[in-house]
């Protein structure tokens, strides 16, 4: 019985490792080295302008989407959407949302969108002199 038990339990841990699906989509050819797993990924809104302060490059759009029940919250995807961001050498993520779409019987369809984007380093930037 504790066998059966165990079982289920691993068949429900692998279940919610697959409880999203994932796009990315390139907008640009050029790679970047990827980050640190330590390295802190920003997420900015859509509402929340970078400005000129900082340039940058957006290299490319992800979208994570997953149900309520199989585990998936606003959180989990942000996390998600940050480790993508740090294996394709992303800074942060920018126009970021997450929408959440009720179903009748209960459960919710939570999705996550934002691009990613690379600082341009300082030697790049034209001096206004």
């Known amino acids: 019985m504790q066998k059966n038990i165990l079982l289920l339990g691993l068949f429900v841990l692998v279940l ?3 409880a999203t699906s994932t796009s990315y989509v ?7 080295p990827p980050k640190d797993e330590l ?12 400005g000129a302060v900082k340039p940058y490059y957006v290299i490319g759009k992800v979208s994570i989407e ?3 029940s199989n585990g998936v919250s ?4 942000t996390n998600q959407a940050k480790e993508i961001a740090r294996k394709r050498g992303a800074d942060a993520i920018i126009n970021a949302s997450t929408e959440v779409f009720r179903y009748y019987y209960g459960d919710a369809l939570l999705r996550f969108k934002g691009e990613l984007i690379v600082y341009v380093p300082v030697a790049a930037v034209p001096s206004s002199k």
Not at 39 to 50: G, I
Not at 74 to 77: M, V
């Open 26 to 32: 390139n907008y640009t050819v050029q790679r970047f």
């Open 66 to 68: 997953g149900f309520a």
């Open 16 to 18: 919610a490792g697959c």
């Open 74 to 77: 606003p959180g989990s995807l």
């Open 39 to 50: 390295y802190t990924v920003n997420v900015y809104p859509a509402s929340q302008a970078l």
